[in-house]
């Protein structure tokens, strides 16, 4: 069974993420958490296979997180999911450690690249220079 923490200040988000998740039936979502802080703490408690993270939340954004995450666990692998995907903010998530982003509207995606990172490969879908 993959555990995969997700990380989101939005309740709502984090259930609709949990529910995509979960149609798989080898992945269970381990834990959660609301800001960038409480993230650290439950990686470093239990350090689940995968980690879904947000870009922006109360405290800490997502790329000091996945900085932080990716400097004592390395080989958890890290998907951004965001409302900002951009290149620039994709190019920025791969210079913290980040393997993989995604949109959060695209549920077809998020699926798509968490199997990716599970397969050990990166998911950084092209963004066209209209989102831009």
């Known amino acids: ?18 529910a995509i998740l ?14 960038g ?6 990686v ?7 980690i879904l993270l947000d870009f922006q939340m109360p405290d800490l954004n997502g790329l000091d997180v996945a ?15 965001t409302i900002h995907l951009s290149r620039q903010l994709a190019e920025a998530a791969q210079n913290v450690g980040i393997r993989g982003a995604c949109a959060k509207t695209d ?13 050990q490969r990166t998911y950084f879908p092209t963004i066209s220079a209209a989102a831009l």
Not at 22 to 35: I, L, M, P, Y
């Open 1 to 18: 069974m993959v555990r995969i923490l997700v990380v989101d200040d939005n309740p709502a988000v984090r259930h609709y993420l949990r």
């Open 22 to 35: 979960e149609q798989q039936s080898s992945w269970q979502v381990c834990d959660e958490a609301r800001t």
């Open 37 to 42: 802080s409480e993230a650290l703490e439950r």
């Open 44 to 50: 470093q408690k239990a350090p689940p296979d995968l």
């Open 67 to 81: 900085q932080q995450i990716s400097h004592l666990f390395p080989k958890i692998p890290i998907l951004m999911v």
């Open 107 to 119: 549920v077809g995606s998020i699926v798509e690249a968490v199997d990716a990172l599970l397969h």
